[in-house]
């Protein structure tokens, strides 16, 4: 298996937890990495190189080899600086892990455009800013693996979290588009939403949960989706606490009409409309 042995990964919000966790497995596997953190508080306030620089130490320490990055994913400066870092540092850049992110938690009710666009400008922007930055080489040398991070809280939704969910669902919609338009040039784009324990979570869950909830466990699900072996694109991934599961949105078989029903007709078939009975995984244009 090729896996990822000396292909250059850029890990985003990898100064700690789960992407700390994911570039020491990287570093482990082989890979070279840089390891992206603006060094912020939780809310995103704040900057500091020393997240970053811990974690390289502990790569190099280790016997790998890593550079540090403190850009602001943010940023369309910052997303083009940190792959320039890749290229710069190994010559080239293989796989984008994006993984940075920011948590502002409010009910809608109380939610103001100020953390409405935080979350959107780190999670969604963010990882927009770093992918676009490193497509056209992606497609250049016809081989690149892009990973996000979406979250639960995206695909189920969560209290308090509109803003961060409707981020992390809009990054599923972006590797659904990515995944097709990648094909031909053997660049894949999956998502990975990792149930753990870190410092943005750990208001979430139990004192218990928490403690089982190792960072570690999700790392195994990214790097194989960053391996060279891995051919799977366009698909979501929960990964946590020894628990691997694919997600998908689904289609039902439906109801169909031979011409245009009424409210009333509609109504009186809705159970069959709603019912998941024989549902597959969705496809544009649906069957």
């Known amino acids: 298996m090729a896996g990822v042995e000396g292909r250059v990964v850029v890990v985003t919000g990898a100064g700690g937890g789960v992407g700390r966790a994911h570039a020491l497995l990287?570093?482990?596997?082989?890979?070279r990495v840089v390891v992206n953190d603006l060094g912020a508080d939780r809310d995103g306030t704040?900057?500091?190189?020393?997240?970053a620089e811990s974690v390289v130490?502990?790569?190099?320490?280790?016997?790998?080899?890593?550079?540090?990055?403190?850009?602001?994913?943010?940023?369309?400066e910052g997303g083009q600086r940190i792959v320039d870092a890749a290229v710069e540092a190994f010559?080239?850049?293989?796989?984008?892990?994006?993984?940075?992110?920011i948590l502002r938690d409010v009910t809608f009710h109380k939610m103001t455009d100020e953390q409405w666009d935080a979350i959107q400008k780190v999670h969604l922007y963010g990882t927009y800013h770093v992918t676009r930055a490193a497509w056209p080489r992606f497609r250049e040398q016809a081989y690149g693996r892009v990973i996000v991070t979406t979250s639960t809280s995206g695909l189920f939704g969560n209290f308090g979290q509109s803003n961060y969910g409707a981020a992390k669902m809009g990054l599923?919609?972006?590797?659904?588009?990515?995944?097709?338009?990648?094909?031909?040039?053997?660049?894949?784009?999956?998502?990975?939403?990792?149930?753990?324990?870190?410092?943005?979570?750990?208001d979430i869950f139990s004192e218990e949960m928490l403690e089982r909830l190792d960072p570690r466990w999700v790392s195994p699900a990214v790097v194989h989706l960053a391996s060279e072996d891995c051919t799977d694109t366009g698909i979501a991934?929960?990964?946590?606490?020894?628990?691997?599961?694919?997600?998908?949105?689904?289609?039902?078989?439906?109801?169909?009409?031979?011409?245009?029903?009424t409210v009333d007709a509609l109504a009186a078939s809705w159970d069959q409309v709603t019912d998941l009975t024989g549902a597959t995984v969705g496809r544009n244009p649906p069957d």
Not at 46 to 51: A, D, L, N
Not at 57 to 75: K, L, S, T, Y
Request: charged share 20%; glycine share 12%; no cysteine.
């Open 91 to 101: 010559g080239r850049i293989d796989v984008v892990v994006n993984n940075a992110g």
């Open 237 to 261: 991934v929960v990964a946590g606490g020894g628990n691997y599961s694919r997600v998908a949105v689904m289609q039902a078989p439906g109801a169909n009409f031979d011409a245009i029903p």
């Open 46 to 51: 704040g900057r500091s190189s020393e997240m």
């Open 172 to 202: 599923v919609g972006l590797i659904n588009t990515l995944a097709l338009e990648g094909a031909k040039y053997n660049v894949s784009a999956n998502a990975v939403a990792p149930v753990a324990a870190t410092r943005m979570t750990e």
């Open 57 to 76: 130490a502990e790569i190099r320490d280790a016997g790998g080899e890593a550079v540090a990055n403190a850009d602001n994913v943010a940023e369309p």
């Open 26 to 31: 990287f570093a482990e596997e082989g890979a």
